[in-house]
């Protein structure tokens, strides 16, 4: 049964490890266990010293006899990733939207009449901007009056020079005919207070 049980752990994966016991010495079915998948973890290691470096490695089924080289053909592997969603796309509302250029900022602000207007300034790379945006759209959840607009500063650093815009992350509040109403810049704690 001890043999038995090595065996099978020495054969899956398709390595090829002898049973224990083959050494005429009688061992545990725990130890012999054990010493078969040490060996079968062993085989699949390569490192620097391995002989198996630069070798082919094949993967499968045991094979009786050895397969020509003519016959054997080089792998090929197609990988697909799919779209990632930026962590600024993530749970966004149906009033938070990114603007895309100067003009379509300006466009924003004048469509949204007397509304309240929200401009988030933020950088891919501000981890305190990954940090507050969960919080923004909570906000812009339970204000759906509200008009969120995120502008990238790493796509739009003009318009962010030209607005005044140096430290992330960066609100301005817009009203209609009453402009800008202030601007600051606040990280997670600021908001929780």
């Known amino acids: 049964?001890?043999?038995?049980?090595?065996?099978?752990?020495?054969?899956?994966?398709?390595?090829?490890?002898?049973?224990?016991?083959?050494?005429?010495?009688?061992?545990?079915?725990?130890?012999?266990?054990?010493?078969?998948?040490?060996?079968?973890?062993?085989?699949?290691?390569?490192?620097?010293?391995?002989?198996?470096?630069?070798?082919?490695?094949?993967?499968?089924?045991?094979?009786?006899?050895?397969?020509?080289?003519?016959?054997?053909?080089?792998?090929?592997?197609?990988?697909?990733?799919?779209?990632?969603?930026?962590?600024?796309?993530k749970g966004l509302q149906p009033n938070m939207r990114e603007v895309e250029s100067a003009q379509d900022l300006v466009d924003s602000l004048t469509n949204a009449g007397d509304n309240l207007v929200i401009v988030d300034f933020f950088s891919p790379g501000c981890g305190g901007c990954r940090a507050l945006h969960p919080k923004i759209c909570q906000i812009a959840e339970q204000n759906p009056d509200v008009l969120f607009l995120q502008v990238n500063y790493e796509e739009h650093k003009s318009m962010c020079y030209s607005l005044h815009v140096h430290v992330l992350p960066f609100f301005r509040f817009y009203r209609g005919a009453q402009g800008r109403l202030c601007s600051f810049s606040c990280t997670n704690a600021t908001v929780r207070s």
């Open 1 to 89: 049964m001890a043999a038995t049980a090595a065996q099978a752990v020495a054969v899956k994966g398709s390595v090829a490890v002898p049973p224990c016991g083959s050494r005429g010495r009688r061992r545990g079915a725990v130890a012999s266990v054990r010493m078969a998948a040490a060996a079968a973890t062993s085989a699949l290691r390569i490192g620097r010293r391995s002989p198996f470096l630069g070798g082919r490695l094949a993967v499968g089924p045991r094979r009786s006899r050895p397969v020509p080289r003519n016959l054997v053909a080089p792998v090929q592997m197609n990988l697909a990733f799919a779209k990632a969603t930026k962590w600024w796309e």
